[in-house]
């Protein structure tokens, strides 16, 4: 018996081709009449039990015939879907008795972002079940597409015989893995397959008789190769191996081979545990074949949440020699490292109280640098309240510094401070009194104490005004702060130190970082920032600030090496902030004291970010410490190009401290970068020079360097 349906049009199909280079998009559009198809007549099927929870099946065609009532043989841009599911075909059979339907003729099989295009297809609706012989396959959220002799998709589990897969553009297969046997489980997230060869460029490259991948979630397994070549370590080759050992722990082993130095084992194990979460890292090369001694390398880092406001942490770090950075290091950081700190701390933080409970001591790797002071322990804590506009704060601190036996000292200190506060939209008016007490037990057994106060009053007005394109402020503000002589020259100075010269820094109480030298003083600072805020742009187009600081009393006390100032005497600092247009930017900064014959700090600094490119040209100055030129400049020559270099240069020991050059090549299939890198190592300025080559083959694996991780990304980043 035959029962035609009315046939309005004929259905315009889409393109295989298409389809499969935009499976995502195509699937959505399936139903768009304007993309894919004209209307035709839909046919709604319930299902035999209304209360499944199977969703209906419709079926679209041109023409159809049905037999014994159950069986339904369409023809001409046949459609059945169900729910996220489609089958489309020249030619389909649906048995409504067994709910299966088989396809035949420009077969299309859509499934929640899964595009299958074949000869020849089956699919049950009871079991989920779909079969296509001689397939074509597109992942549309990874763009990923192959082929099959064989797919068979039951659950969301995906099985294929005679299968490749890529990401690269149709017609550029420029690499292809290929498997006799590959399983997907959807709900295990893993994958498996059998006799699995990876060709570049039409080239065999590595052939596999069987492996296991994740699809999502970590999974143990070989990770791709690290490679390198540097003149401290050769050739540089690790295949790392990753151990997926629970959700919350895992671990990556890396057998390193290096040519000059021989073979060396490092491993990581990480945690993360609702309270606690670590990393455990260590190195160790039995015998290095060029200073002939065995090396290593151990760390662990550690957090522990103890309570809402309780929390410690743990840092240990040591290596078996000095020189361990300089020739095993892969960059500069890790070379010209100084020390290893080692710490332990307790914290204990509440919206009034803050209590640090810390025992700390380094390992020197620097010969020619002094052993800093061990704490042993060290106990701080601050209090904090208010009433009204009054602001009381109180910081204690006890410390056992601790070198040898011969050289420690113990240190309390408490240092009370009570401010007024009057501030609002229009200025503010903040006078301020600290009193430290401070006590040292030194280990002749004498006892030392010492009491100053200081006061201090700070206090500024704002200005602003506006035009039709912008916001100008005027910002004036004075700052004065009193602090009486006390002779300390008797006290140790473990920690005291001369804190960075900025604008930030004159408006500070203190002259000193550290609590064993407070610097007498009388000093008044009279600042003036102005700020040029553009509403189109949303950016303060320019921002100047300048300060003059006068001392009205002779300066004293000093720490070694370092002269008295006298009263009348004065410093200035400038700085200027702009962005000119949208893609330059400047900033220069200066500091003078003004006893000194040159600036004690300096900085300027001209930045372009364009759409295609990037430059920075900076210059940097500390009196006394270091002068250093920057530059450094990324180019995208085009949308798959882009080239970059960096060069740092030390003016006051004229070498190159550090040049990197770098080309990268990246497409939708495949991308290559090329970075030369060549840093000074030591004082003496040995250098070291490394190549690194990073290789990633896209929606598959990357092989990279030791050397470029994290400086591809830095130096080819817009």
Known sequence: ????????????????????????????????????????????????????????????????????????????????????????????????????????????????????????????????????????????????RGTADHIDIANGNVTLEGATYTTCRPGQDHWLLSASHLHVDNETHTGTAQNVSLEIFSIPMLYFP??????????????????????????????????????????????????????????????????NRGLLYAEWLPKDRVTEAQRSLISWQHKQQLTAYAEGDLLFANVGDRTYFRDLGSNLNTASQSYLDRNARLRYNSERLTLTATAQNFQVLDRDLPVPYQRLPQLTGAWRGAWNRAQLETAADYVHFYRSRLDRVQRAHVAPRLALNWRNESGFFIPSTTLRATRYHLMTGDDLTRIIPTGALSTGLFFDRNDATR?????????????????????????SAIPEASLAQLLREDRYSGIDRIGDQQRLVTALTYRNFLRQRGV?????????????????????????APAGSYDAFASLDTHIGAAWSTHADIYWAMQGQRPAKGAALLKYVGESERGELSYRYRSGQWELIQASVSWR??????????????????????????????????????????????????????????????????????????????????
């Not at 004209?38 to 023409?63: F, L, Y």
């Not at 602090?483 to 100075?493: A, F, G, K, R, V």
Request: with cysteine.
């Open 540 to 564: 303060e187009e320019w921002v100047a600030s300048g300060a003059l600081l006068t001392r009205l009393s002779d300066e004293r006390v000093v720490l070694p090496g370092q002269a008295t």
């Open 210 to 275: 069987y492996i296991n991948f994740s699809l999502g979630p970590r999974k143990s397994g070989i990770l791709p190769p690290l490679f390198a070549n540097s003149s401290q370590t050769g050739l540089d080759i690790a295949l790392p191996y990753y151990w997926n050992i629970a959700p919350d722990r895992d671990a990556t082993l890396i057998p390193r081979y290096m040519s000059t130095r021989g073979a060396q084992f490092n491993g990581e194990f990480r945690y993360l545990n609702p309270e």
């Open 637 to 718: 020559a085009q949308a798959r190009w882009r080239v970059a270099g960096r060069a740092n240069y030390s003016l006051d020991t004229q070498r190159m401290v550090e040049t990197v050059a770098g080309v990268e090549y990246s497409d939708c299939c495949w991308g290559v970068a090329l970075i030369l890198r060549r840093y000074v190592t030591d004082v003496f300025g040995t250098a070291n020079t490394a190549i690194g080559l990073q290789f990633e083959l896209k929606g598959l694996s990357s092989v990279g360097s030791r050397l470029d991780q994290g400086l591809a990304r830095d130096l080819f980043t817009f």
């Open 1 to 144: 018996m035959s029962a035609p349906w009315t046939h309005v049009t004929q259905r315009l199909r889409a393109p295989a081709l298409a389809c499969l280079l935009l499976a995502s998009t195509c699937a959505a559009q399936a139903e768009d009449t304007a993309v894919c198809s004209n209307s035709s007549q839909t046919v709604v099927i319930p299902r035999a039990d209304p209360n499944a929870p199977q969703q209906d099946i419709h079926i679209a065609a041109g023409r159809s015939t049905t037999e014994h009532g159950t069986l339904y043989i369409l023809d001409d841009n046949v459609k059945l879907d169900q729910g996220s599911r489609a089958l489309y075909a020249d030619h389909m059979t649906y048995d409504k008795q067994l709910d299966r339907a088989e396809a035949d003729g420009h077969v299309r099989y859509e499934q929640e972002g899964v595009v299958l295009q074949g000869n020849h297809a089956n699919l049950n609706l009871v079991t989920n079940r779909a079969q296509v012989d001689d397939a074509q396959y597109v992942l549309g959220t990874q763009q990923a």
């Open 471 to 495: 916001r100008h402020t005027l910002e004036p503000q004075l700052f004065y702060t009193y602090t009486p002589y006390h002779n300390q020259s008797d006290l140790p100075s473990v920690e």
